[in-house]
């Protein structure tokens, strides 16, 4: 039997070799982890309109279902905001809707999305949908918040102005009644991202890549306002972790019902 001897030199080289690939793998270990956990201290939910048996507004020309779009938006957006270090929280993540059987269809869903808001405590809501209008020619992005809540005018405000300026589009926030919005004291927005009636915007809303573009402008939307309202004491103006009542009661269940003016 031969035993095969080492020498000296070559066990430190092994040993070196050994560390270096030790030191490599701790490096890697330690910045996935650093990835991981590099929370910037604010959460977000994200509301993908729609789902399930709700398909929202369906395209003119291909048939598609709002909340697909609304869906492969979101997704997109939670993509950017975790690699910026936001907390978020989906109210659903897959092609379902949130209500429960044996009772009335949409109220379930949506109070089930106010539930998941009120558990998450966030620092803004982001309900993403898609517009629809019996003009053809109407279309742009749209911001909404809930009427008399002045954060989220600012917000919506500040939204806008992003969105008008990375999709080529020139409107003004608007208020609105959604129960999305004001079925807790959160700030809170809802984009309607564009026309689903509108054929150029509705062909460009169906394509994943578009998807992204829209999504990466509401996430600069959003990094937007909340960094303009850090600059502005937004901890004094809003109390986390004691959530008021919340604004009147909210009337409006479906987001938009496909007819909201232009
Ligand atoms: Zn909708």
Redesign the pocket.
Known sequence: MRFVVFSKRSVIAVAVAVAVMAGIVAAACVSASVRAVASNGMTIVIDP??GGADG??VGTDTGKK?ADVNLGISLSLRHFLREAGYTVVMTRDSDVDLASPGESFKQSDMRRRKEIIEQAQPDLVVSV??NYYPLRSVSGAQVFYFEGAETSADYAERMQNVLNAALGCDRAAKSADYYILGCTPYPGVLVECGFMSNAREESLLVTPEYQRKVAYAVYSGIVALLEWDSSVARSARFPYGAPAAAFGEPVTFS??GGVTQP
Request: charged share 10%; aromatic share 0%.
């Open positions: 309109g729609h929202g507004v709002e949908h898609q987001g938009h």
